[in-house]
Structures are given as C-alpha cells and as structure tokens.
C-alpha cells in the first residue's frame, strides 16, 4: 500500500458536494454522506494500490502540471505520483471537464 495525502482542496470539495446533495437535491443527510464516503473509499482503496498507475490527465491544465487522472463514477480525479506515494491534487465532474 502506498501512502496518500488528499490535498484540501479536494477534502473541501468533496464536503461541498456533500452539503449540496443535502441542501439543493434534498438527500437525506445518510444518504449524502453515503456518496462521500464511497468516494473516500474508492480514494483510498484503488489509488493505494501500488499497480493502480494512471496515465497522463488529457484535460490540458492538469496534464501540463504532469498530473495523472482516474475516474469513478463520473469524477474525475487528478494526482500527482510521488516515489512513496500519491497526492490527490483535484477534482471535478468529468462534464465540467470536457469543455477544457
């Protein structure tokens, strides 16, 4: 297993998706922390997993920076690969991205 570090961005966006599920699509407070926390699951169980290399984000402002990208469920993760582990730097709905 490698070692990953969630940038604060990340860790506010993925509250703020949260909170919007509850307040904007009226999911239960369960049920909204249940999405994020699959998507903390998935953060620290796939992208621990020393095999698991992504290639090169295509989305031009995070490939320029060297990032790597992963999807789940229509998000998309971008990180940085470190030696001894990961960093996850961004994230953003792959629709918000296709326009980049």
Known sequence: MRKIIVA???RAK???LENYLQA???FSKYAARKRSDKMWNFLTSVLANPLADYGLCR???WRA???RCVTSEG???AYELFADGIIVRDMSHGKALAAD
């Open 8 to 10: 604060d961005t990340v």
């Open 14 to 16: 993925i509250e703020e």
């Open 24 to 26: 904007e699509m009226k």
């Open 59 to 61: 989305f031009k402002r």
């Open 65 to 67: 920076k060297g990032w």
């Open 75 to 77: 998000w998309v993760f």
